[in-house]
């Protein structure tokens, strides 16, 4: 399951992702991932359970390298069920004809940093543009969204998080992941307090919130 408030949703994973974030948990879908089973096949399965759904987070790796995603939106659309994006907004091109032809009810957007640590993650020169274009065609969609970071130490710097949030002004929702260790990596996570106050300079810009703090969300 993945979170998404409001929902009782389930995820589904697509393999491919060149970006090559340090703390990614699923490294291992970065490359082709072997199956016999296809998106018919997970599709007749969510036919079987629709009654318990009523939403879907498509998520990865990241979904838009996959060119089946049109296609699998379009037939968890024919379900009837609320249909949400995960992206880290690599594929303005992409991320523009899924909402041109509404194949999603919303998206939640990473903001890995400020434009000039986007070199940590991706070799793209002209990678932190292509996700300000994604951030500005949600904002200016009626689409429901939320863009997050994950505030992970040598990463992200609490004190640029509201350079990011103005970056921001005019979207629904901004949430600071709380950072949760991975296997062999041995980061200690910032205190929640950081991010709680954190939250509130960025509240300045947009509606901002932690989540996954270790005692509970504000
Ligand atoms: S964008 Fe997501 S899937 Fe890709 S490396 Fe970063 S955390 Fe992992």
Redesign the pocket.
């Known amino acids: 399951m993945r979170e998404w408030p409001g929902h009782v949703a389930t995820s589904l994973r697509l393999w491919g992702?060149t970006?090559?974030?340090p703390?990614?948990?699923?490294?291992d879908?970065?490359t082709p991932v072997e199956t016999d089973v296809s998106w018919d096949d997970v599709v007749a399965h969510l036919v079987v359970h629709r009654d318990m759904l009523d939403g879907v987070v498509v998520t990865?790796?990241?979904p838009t390298e996959d060119p089946d995603l049109p296609s699998l939106l379009a037939a968890l659309k024919d379900l009837d069920v609320d249909v949400r994006l995960d992206t880290?907004g690599s594929r303005p091109d992409v991320l523009s004809y899924l909402l041109a032809e509404g194949l999603c009810d919303s998206v939640a957007l990473?903001v890995?940093a400020v434009p000039a640590r986007y070199r940590q993650?991706s070799d793209e020169r002209d990678m932190a543009a292509r996700v300000a274009e994604c951030v500005d065609m949600l904002i200016e969609s009626d689409l429901e969204h939320e863009f997050r970071t994950t505030v992970v130490p040598g990463v992200v710097d609490p004190e640029e998080l509201p350079r990011i949030a103005r970056a921001l002004r005019g979207g629904r929702l901004y949430v600071l992941q709380q950072y949760r260790p991975v296997a062999g990596r041995a980061l200690t996570p910032y205190d929640d307090d950081v991010l709680r106050r954190a939250a509130r300079e960025c509240n300045r810009f947009l509606p901002t919130s932690p989540r996954g703090l270790t005692i509970g969300d504000d």
Request: with cysteine; proline share 0%.
């Open positions: 992702c970006f090559r974030c703390y990614c948990s699923t490294a879908l970065r990865g790796g990241e880290n990473d890995k993650f």
